[in-house]
T-cell receptor, first 110, second 114 residues
Framework: GQQVMQIPQYQHVQEGEDFTTYCNSSTTLSNIQWYKQRPGGHPVFLIQ?????EVKKQKRLTFQFGEAKKNSSLHITATQTTDVGTYFC??????????FGTGTRLKVLA | DTGVSQNPRHKITKRGQNVTFRCDPISEHNRLYWYRQTLGQGPEFLTY????????KSRLLSDRFSAERPKGSFSTLEIQRTEQGDSAMYLCASSLQSWGGELFFGEGSRLTVL
């Protein structure tokens, strides 16, 4: 079945360093979504990418959708302690559901 | 608060007991999802409703699990004869009936089976 993998599984960075998580799907995706889950919280939608090669920015966050629409990345510039959490990508599977990636847990050391 | 509401937030039960979780989605959202999340893992799809119709169920959903959305508004997820492996966070999400819609998650219902 369809799989969505993310690397790395964990990342510890010093505050101010950059962070990148990579998402890879076993199948071509029509779109991809990114969510953030704070410790003890629930997933919160960040963004959706639809077009091949699309790049979107939200302040210090840069999201990219691969040309083949099978991979995506999230890059955070100059991390802050508020960036702590687990970042998930999610791709549509079939007609109705989204399959979530394995997640990358980010810890930011002050 | 107009977000997705789930209750109870925590449930501790003994193995073999039945439990039921309720989800109240955002009022205008036609689509409702149940996911399960265990520690260190991503949300795992369980089932999907469009209005009152249950259109998809995961193969992971054994016959001990049943979900309903009788009037196309709130939904319930029942687990019968609970097992320790059912211990997890059960997340409900809703979205508008549109392609590629953002999922709005509730706070979740954490189940612990002793």
């Amino acid at each position: 079945g369809q799989q969505v993998m993310q690397i790395p599984q964990y990342q510890h960075v010093q505050e101010g360093e950059d962070f990148t998580t990579y998402c890879n799907s076993s199948t071509t995706l029509s779109n991809i979504q990114w969510y953030k889950q704070r410790p003890g919280g629930h997933p919160v939608f960040l963004i959706q990418l639809v077009k091949s090669g699309e790049v979107k920015k939200q302040k210090r966050l840069t999201f990219q959708f691969g040309e083949a629409k099978k991979n995506s990345s999230l890059h955070i510039t100059a991390t802050q302690t508020t960036d702590v959490g687990t970042y998930f990508c999610a791709g549509p599977s079939g007609t109705y559901k989204y399959i979530f990636g394995t997640g990358t847990r980010l810890k930011v050391l002050a | 608060d107009t977000g997705v509401s789930q209750n109870p937030r925590h449930k501790i039960t003994k193995r073999g007991q039945n439990v039921t979780f309720r989800c109240d989605p955002i009022s205008e959202h036609n689509r409702l999802y149940w996911y399960r999340q265990t520690l260190g893992q991503g949300p795992e799809f369980l089932t999907y409703f469009q209005n009152e119709a249950q259109l998809e169920k995961s193969r992971l959903l054994s016959d001990r699990f049943s979900a309903e959305r009788p009037k196309g508004s709130f939904s319930t997820l029942e687990i019968q004869r609970t097992e320790q492996g059912d211990s997890a966070m059960y997340l409900c999400a809703s979205s508008l009936q549109s392609w590629g819609g953002e999922l709005f998650f509730g706070e979740g219902s954490r189940l612990t089976v002793l």
